[in-house]
């Protein structure tokens, strides 16, 4: 029995790092990785499980909307958009064109004309069920001759509203009253309602917009975060947490989980990448229906951090008081898992 024993010990020592038998490491030869581990996975944490990455405002380009508005009886076409503004509501930003062709073939209607060196068109189509839809294009090659290449089997048209030429562009603001003398305006004629000019408008620009096309309830991360794909985030993650406590966590924010909510609900993907599919970009984006688990950090006190049982050369359990910023004396003893992965330390469960 004593040889039996003998040669177990040497088998432990000799095989240190395969074997539970293996020597756990003093707290103060971790503590100082434990310190980084804890310091680098707040911001881990709060992608993961806080607000997470920054995104863009859900904003729609409003020059994706534009209209033409044809004046037959005093020969003028006014190109236009409508600009939702906060304070004074609906702004109309204009372009006034002088020459202006109207035709029909078949059944596709519209008018061509030139303004500012380019040629823009407006089509309308009248769908099988006689449904009018309007497509507004901009066309930067030579002049058209009422062909139009991007004609699909649906009857339908597509257009990308590009290039506009904004130092040429006329502000003008909705009245109910009686046309502003002397000043630029546009008459609908079915609303009866003038516009005039607002010379010092400052139309509001943005980073990013989005389309009628984009999924509604993800939004765009912003490419300043430093994180362009879900690579990006589970490379960093990879450096703080180790591979086997991610796992689980990359299928709930990359894939979704079902049934672990109290109603058993299926819970969607925090992240996904989204191919525009008329670019063929690849964006990350983030939903904007998911709900913070965590809202603040927590924070620990290495003074009290002492190493407990369980415990050996590849996996240690640490005790520690921790507490919320905003309640530094609500004190809370909790146990940390660090776990040796490839030769370094890497925690094993969460910090929040």
């Keep these: ?46 992608i993961f499980f806080g607000l997470g990455l920054a995104t863009y405002e859900r904003v729609t380009d409003p020059r994706a909307s534009t209209k033409l508005y044809s004046d037959e009886e005093h020969g003028v076409s006014y190109y236009y958009f409508v600009i939702p503004d906060p304070t004074l509501g609906n702004i109309f930003a204009v372009q006034q064109n002088t020459t202006a062709k109207k035709y029909e073939e078949g059944d596709r209607k519209g008018f061509y004309y030139k303004a500012f060196d380019r040629t823009y068109g407006n089509i309308v ?34 257009y990308k509203i590009e290039n506009y030429s904004y130092e040429r562009m006329v502000y003008l603001k909705a009245e109910t009253s009686e046309k502003v003398g002397g000043a630029l305006y546009y008459h609908d004629e079915e609303k009866g309602i003038y516009y005039y000019q607002i010379k010092d408008y400052v139309e509001p620009t943005y980073e990013s917009y989005y389309t009628d096309r984009d999924p509604s309830d993800y939004d765009y991360v912003r490419t300043d975060t430093g994180y362009l794909s879900i690579g990006n985030i589970k490379e960093a993650a990879s450096k703080v947490y180790s591979a086997e ?50 809202q603040e950090k927590r924070l ?31 004190r809370l003893t909790v146990k940390l898992g660090l776990k040796l992965q490839d030769g370094e330390w890497m925690l094993d469960s969460a910090t929040y």
């Design 245 to 294: 406590y991610l796992e689980s966590i990359y299928q709930m924010m990359f894939d979704g989980a079902a049934g672990i909510t109290e109603n058993s609900e299926i819970l969607t993907a925090k992240y996904i990448e989204y191919t525009d599919p008329d670019t063929g970009e690849v964006r990350l984006m983030k939903s904007n229906t998911f709900e913070p688990l965590i």
């Design 1 to 46: 029995m004593k040889k039996i024993l003998c040669l177990l010990l040497c088998l432990c020592m000799l095989l240190p790092a395969v074997t539970s038998c293996s020597k756990a490491p003093e707290y103060s030869e971790i503590e100082d990785r434990l310190k980084e581990l804890i310091e680098a996975s707040y911001e881990i944490n709060e």
């Design 300 to 330: 620990y006190d290495f003074s009290t951090a002492k190493i407990v049982r369980p415990k050996n050369g590849k996996y240690v359990t640490i005790e520690i008081e921790s507490y919320l910023e905003s309640t530094p004396d609500d």
């Design 125 to 158: 189509v009248v769908s099988p069920s006689g449904e009018e839809k309007t497509f507004c294009m901009q066309i930067l090659d030579a002049p058209i001759e009422g062909k139009d290449p991007d004609y699909s089997k649906e009857n339908r048209y597509y």
